[in-house]
């Protein structure tokens, strides 16, 4: 639903069906840490990298403070780009995206429409519809 709403907040106008959901502005990474299960099972893990980095945040050991911090430092890096996009595209300001429009959450369509993160409720037909009927319009 993010990715997809990041992409559609950017139409000149933008739909949703009666039974809809959009939103799910938000952005999240998961680490898992194997090392204890890895252990139990008599599995030991080496890695073999070139760059400091390169295995920060790998599954094989637990994830320490300053890889965490680089892993959050990353995901609100992503998830700023996502809510000034969705700003833009919508035409409100970031903190009325960053405080309403679900706060990550998918949002049903009158909820979406309160929230002004689409322009309407409509069939696809009906969208169809007006979209034929304005290309008649204008090729007239």
Known sequence: ASAAYW??????EFYITPGGEVGSIGVW?????YSRALEDAGVKTTLISAGKY???????VPLDE????????RVDDYYNAFIQAVA???GVT?????????????????AALAQRMVDGIASFDDVLAAI?????RLNT
Do not use: W
């Open 88 to 90: 833009v595209g919508r």
């Open 132 to 136: 034929t009927s304005l290309e008649t």
């Open 7 to 12: 992409i559609g907040c950017s139409a000149s």
């Open 29 to 33: 990474q998961a680490h898992q840490d």
């Open 54 to 60: 390169k295995v920060e945040g790998n599954p094989y």
């Open 94 to 110: 970031v903190d009325a995206v960053r405080n309403g429009m679900g706060e990550g959450r998918v949002l049903g369509s009158d």
């Open 66 to 73: 300053q890889a965490q911090a680089f892993m959050q430092s």
